[in-house]
């Protein structure tokens, strides 16, 4: 399944693959090939939320501006 750029991406998401524990079986992702489900470090759950939270802010700026015109 592919996502698109839009899609959230789950903090608690697999280190490797960014696919959820409950959808995540044994995936082949290069460059670790086929793995199980790895909770992500620390830092990339950090990192996720913080795009999380950028491309919140995105939308709801490009929601102002459609408003605004
Ligand atoms: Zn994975």
Do not use: S
């Amino acid at each position: 399944m592919e996502r698109g750029d839009d899609a959230m991406i789950d903090p608690n998401a697999c280190r490797w693959c960014n696919v959820p524990e409950r959808e995540h079986y044994q995936r082949w992702k290069p460059p670790v090939g086929w793995h199980r489900f790895q909770q992500p470090i620390d830092a990339q759950r950090l990192m996720r939320m913080r795009v999380r939270r950028t491309k919140k802010e995105a939308k709801r700026a490009r929601a102002c501006r459609a408003a605004g015109d």
